[in-house]
C-alpha cells in the first residue's frame, strides 16, 4: 500500500512553510506523524510531492528516518511538467494544485493509495481505516477519509473545508464553503451566510483512490490548459477531479468516518496548539518520544 503526502504547499497564511516545521517533541514534521501510523497498518510504499528545491532536503530527510523495508519517492510539483502535446504562454508561478500534484505521482504508483496533506495531523485510526478499505480493494476502488466538521475549526480565523453531501454513505458531492467560522453555537458560512451544525462530514483531502485517477486528471488538465484565464492563478483540484468521476463515471466513493481528531497549522497561532497536542499525545504513550529511534 501506498501512501503520497502533499507537500508542495505556500503556507501564506502560516507565514512559513508549514510542512517543514518542527512541531513535534523531537523535532518531527506532521507528516511524519502521518507515516508513523501508516506504516503501523501496513503501508510500505511512502511519495511525498514537494517542491523542486525542498527535494533533496526531504528525501535526505526521511531516508534517515524510514525503515528499510519501507519504499521512498520524493517528486518535484513542477510547473512545466503538463500533458504532452500540451503548452501554455500565460505567466505561472505558483502550483498547479492538488489534482496535479497527485499526477505528479502517475510513474511511482501502481496500485491503490492513500493521499493526504503532508501539514495536517489525521490520527492513527484513520489509517486504520483507509488500510482495511485498500486491503480489501478490488480495481477502481475510491473512499474518503471524513472528518467532523465541529472538530475540524480554528480559534484564529476563518477555515475553508469540503462539507460532504451523502446518501446511504456514498458521496454525492463536495461542496466547498471557503469562509467558515465559530459564531457562539452556530458554525456560518461568512461568504454565504449558510449555517452548519457542526456535525455535518467534511473532507480534509484524505482519500483512498485507484491509479484510473491519473488519466481523469491527465484529461482535466488538457482542458484547464486550453483556458488562459484559468492558467493565470486557478487551480486543478483534487476533489473537483473526483467530483467529475463521481458524475461522468458514476463512481462510487464511500464516506468513511476517521474516528480521529484532526487537527493543522493554518494560521501560525494555531502552532502553539499542534505542539501542545503532539507532546501530549506523545506524553499519553500514543507516539514514542522519538518515532524513529534517532539522535
Known amino acids: 500500500m501506498t501512501l503520497l503526502l502533499m507537500a508542495a504547499g505556500n503556507g501564506s497564511r502560516y507565514g512559513k512553510l508549514k510542512q517543514f516545521d518542527d512541531l513535534g517533541p523531537h523535532h518531527e514534521f506532521l507528516m511524519e506523524f502521518s507515516i508513523f501510523d501508516a506504516i503501523k497498518y501496513g503501508f510500505t ?107 475540524t475549526l480554528s480559534t484564529h480565523g476563518s477555515v475553508s473545508r469540503g462539507v460532504c453531501k451523502i446518501n446511504n454513505g456514498i458521496l454525492t458531492k463536495v461542496e466547498e464553503r471557503l469562509k467558515l467560522e465559530k459564531q457562539g453555537e452556530k458554525i456560518v458560512d461568512t461568504n454565504t451566510g449558510i449555517e452548519f451544525t457542526g456535525n455535518e462530514e ?59 481528531n484532526w487537527f493543522g497549522v493554518t494560521y501560525a497561532e494555531d502552532r502553539a496548539m499542534a505542539v501542545s497536542k503532539l507532546a501530549e499525545m506523545t506524553n499519553n504513550g500514543e507516539y514514542p518520544y522519538n518515532l524513529w529511534n534517532i539522535n
Open 45 to 151: 510504499h511512502i511519495v511525498a510531492i514537494t517542491k523542486k528545491d525542498k527535494v533533496a532536503f526531504l528525501q535526505e530527510h526521511l531516508a534517515k528516518r524510514l525503515p528499510s523495508n519501507v519504499k521512498l519517492d520524493v517528486l518535484a510539483q513542477e510547473i512545466s511538467d503538463v500533458p504532452k502535446g500540451t503548452s501554455y504562454t500565460t505567466e505561472r508561478l505558483k502550483p498547479w494544485g492538488t489534482a496535479h500534484a497527485v499526477w505528479t505521482a502517475r510513474n511511482v504508483i501502481t496500485g491503490p493509495f492513500a493521499v493526504l496533506n503532508a501539514d495536517d495531523f489525521y490520527g492513527s485510526l484513520a489509517f486504520k481505516n483507509a488500510a482495511k478499505i485498500m486491503q480489501a480493494s478490488t480495481a477502481n476502488t475510491y473512499a474518503l477519509i471524513s472528518y467532523t466538521l465541529k472538530d
Open 202 to 260: 467534511v473532507s480534509m483531502n484524505f482519500w483512498v483512490c485507484d491509479t484510473s485517477i491519473f488519466s481523469t486528471i491527465e484529461q482535466a488538465f488538457k482542458l484547464f490548459l486550453q483556458d488562459e484565464e484559468k492558467i493565470k492563478s486557478s487551480e486543478v483540484f483534487l476533489p473537483f477531479i473526483i467530483q467529475e468521476m463521481i458524475s461522468n463515471q458514476k463512481l462510487n466513493v464511500p464516506v468513511v468516518n476517521s474516528k480521529s
